[in-house]
């Protein structure tokens, strides 16, 4: 198992050292951006630019997580995203312009509003910031976009206007709808049903990023506080309990397929045939900048398709950063917490939806984000789809959201009778779920009572799944993800007043891999204390030699103890040379020499 980590990590290195900077896809997306930052920044901006800029984001940010895996790393500055994202946020007024003034103008309408939310989304949650989403009547409007009003504490008159401009594009869908019903029978029936489709994708849109952009807001905690009070646990929790587990109809679903048939037009399909083949022939970056912008602007947006899908990954993502909250933990259990959680881990039943298909998570999951139609190979040499649970929820999020809810003691002890750390010890193992996973691990060692639960005899019983706990364990310790390393480590220090994981830890040999890992730890920090050691005699050496040019009268400069600092050196290498108890001294902070017949003050060497 190390070794096969091992080599994968070694693989995945090499990748990243061919693709980081040398793409030149990466380049050109990197010029589009800074062209489309330019253009955003000096005009006015248009929902075509700023989607064409989110997509840009979504792109690079998709790449950079298939070279390295789970995105809660933040290694993204040698890679293009990061350069992206540098390039955002040096613009000191764009964010505050589309994140903040945007959002809250009602004049802008539902298309722009859906495309800041967009690019809102694509930077703020893989940054770890969350302003300007974190202002007030900005959280106001993005509850009332995400879930709409309450049933009591938006019916005065102070939030009205707020919930007026949240309604306007839910209303301009159904006035569409309504135009369509009203031709039907007519030449234009056709061409009203596909802007009251484009209507109401759009509504999603908004409904969609907004959920999102609350789900980054959450994560600050003053806001988190907020939102608990108000009750947005329990609003977050029950679609997703009623998706996945009463298997309604997920929310969109149905309009993203009628908005993917609506975009195929011919008229569309040219545009981008003809701005593809205009890049292809351009030979330098810039051009291909340029035309990059220019596709992504004439075709629009192209999320269509995926939209149902990042409305459960922003709910997920919302559970994740509210279910720690114990004042909300009653609402969430209420609400079908423990269901979806168990729905989560489990994965896709067997023989769901008619299908061959064996149940459980497929080992893709842990390496990459799985498609919500896809094939793979059957036993018997043919193949057959893949299912997915519905709203296509990812490994990273689940596990995520399934991690704050164990920290529950009531949650994490039915969990764990129910059969969900055995189903959570069978889940892939990959570059997605390397941290989760063992998160999930150190929840359940949280709770000595789920513990026991776990390892409760017979002792046959209790050995296996001990064994299998720590082993997962001690491959994390073995492996190259610096958070699951941490987490596993945590695991076992709360894990061994067990026998059984005693026991297990001995037959593996745990402690010759702790050893080890102390060792080497060790060996890393002597060596950089060496390397720091070095650079500070460097440091002392340099002083030495510019007190020592200072005399330039002829005198030699005097060897004397460190009684007093007068070079500038830190005060920690007093008495510290290269080798020796003393070091070179100028004798006065400043001296006068005499050059020829003009005399001059010269001052001591800088402090450093």
């Given at each position: 198992?190390?070794?096969?980590?091992?080599?994968?990590?070694?693989?995945?290195h090499l990748r990243q050292a061919v693709s980081a900077n040398a793409t030149s896809s990466g380049q050109t997306s990197i010029k589009a951006a800074r062209e489309?930052?330019?253009?955003?920044?000096?005009?006015?901006?248009?929902a075509s630019r700023v989607h064409a800029l989110a997509q840009i984001l979504e792109d690079e940010e998709q790449r950079y997580e298939d070279l390295c895996g789970d995105n809660s790393s933040s290694h993204r500055t040698g890679y293009p995203v990061g350069r992206i994202l540098s390039l955002v946020q040096d613009e000191d007024d764009l964010l505050e312009k589309l994140g903040h003034n945007h959002l809250l103008d009602r004049a802008k309408?539902?298309?722009?509003?859906?495309?800041?939310?967009?690019?809102?989304?694509?930077?703020?949650?893989?940054?770890?910031?969350?302003?300007?989403?974190?202002?007030?009547?900005v959280v106001d409007k993005l509850r009332l976009w995400a879930l709409g009003p309450d049933d009591e504490a938006d019916e005065d008159a102070a939030v009205g206007t707020v919930l007026a401009a949240a309604n306007d594009a839910k209303g301009a869908a159904d006035a569409a709808v309504a135009a369509a019903k009203v031709a039907e029978g007519t030449p234009t029936h056709s061409l009203a049903l596909a802007a009251a489709t484009r209507a109401k994708?759009?509504?999603?849109?908004?409904?969609?990023?907004?959920?999102?952009?609350?789900?980054?807001?959450l994560e600050a905690e003053d806001v988190a506080s907020a939102m608990v009070r108000r009750g947005v646990m329990a609003r977050v929790m029950a679609p997703l309990r009623e998706q996945m587990c009463e298997l309604k109809p997920v929310e969109g679903a149905q309009l993203c397929a009628e908005a993917e048939a609506v975009s195929t037009s011919t008229d569309r399909n040219e545009v981008e045939a003809a701005a593809t083949a205009a890049g292809e022939m351009l030979d330098s970056d810039e051009d291909k900048a340029t035309a990059l912008v220019a596709q992504l602007c004439a075709r629009g947006p192209s999320?269509?398709?995926?939209?149902?899908?990042?409305?459960?990954?922003?709910?997920?993502?919302a559970v994740a950063a509210l279910g720690e909250f114990i004042e909300c933990f009653g609402a969430a259990l209420a609400a079908g917490a423990l269901e979806v959680g168990l729905a989560l881990i489990h994965g896709?039943?067997?023989?769901?939806?008619?299908?061959?298909?064996?149940?459980?998570?497929?080992?893709?999951?842990?390496?990459?984000?799985l498609a919500t139609v896809s094939t793979v190979p059957g036993g018997a040499g043919g193949t057959y789809p893949r299912v997915v649970l519905p709203g296509n929820p990812q490994l990273p999020e689940s596990l995520a959201a399934l991690c704050s809810l164990l920290a529950h003691r009531k949650f994490c002890v039915t969990f764990v009778d129910r059969g969900g750390v055995k189903a959570l010890l069978a889940l892939p193992k990959g570059q997605l779920t390397h941290n989760g996973f063992n998160r999930c691990l150190f929840g359940v060692a949280q709770v000595s009572q789920a513990m026991e639960r776990l390892l409760v005899p017979p002792a046959s019983v209790a050995t296996v799944w001990a064994a299998k706990c720590v082993g997962s364990a001690l491959d994390a310790l073995d492996g190259g993800h610096d958070h699951a390393r941490r987490h596993a480590a945590l695991f076992l220090s709360l894990s061994f007043p067990f026998p059984a994981i005693l026991d297990a830890f001995d037959a593996r040999s745990g402690l010759r891999a702790l050893l080890n890992l102390l060792r080497h730890a060790a060996q890393l920090a002597a060596a950089r204390r060496r390397r720091r050691s070095r650079r500070l005699r460097t440091r002392v050496t340099r002083c030495g030699s510019t007190s020592a040019r200072t005399f330039t009268d002829g005198s030699p400069p005097r060897w004397r103890p460190s009684a007093t600092r007068t070079c500038g050196c830190p005060r920690t290498l007093r008495g510290r040379r290269a080798s020796g108890t003393g070091r070179w001294t100028s004798g006065s902070r400043r001296r006068s020499v005499t050059f020829g017949s003009r005399r001059t003050t010269r001052a001591s060497p800088p402090r450093f």
């Open positions: 198992m190390a070794e096969a980590e091992a080599a994968a990590q070694l693989g995945r489309l930052v330019s253009l955003l920044s000096r005009e006015t901006p248009t309408g539902p298309a722009l509003h859906a495309a800041c939310l967009r690019l809102m989304r694509a930077i703020l949650s893989v940054t770890g910031f969350q302003y300007p989403l974190t202002e007030d009547a994708v759009e509504a999603l849109r908004v409904k969609t990023y907004a959920t999102a952009c609350l789900a980054v807001a999320d269509a398709g995926v939209l149902a899908d990042r409305l459960t990954e922003a709910r997920l993502r896709p039943v067997a023989g769901c939806d008619g299908t061959d298909w064996p149940g459980g998570w497929p080992q893709e999951a842990a390496q990459q984000r």
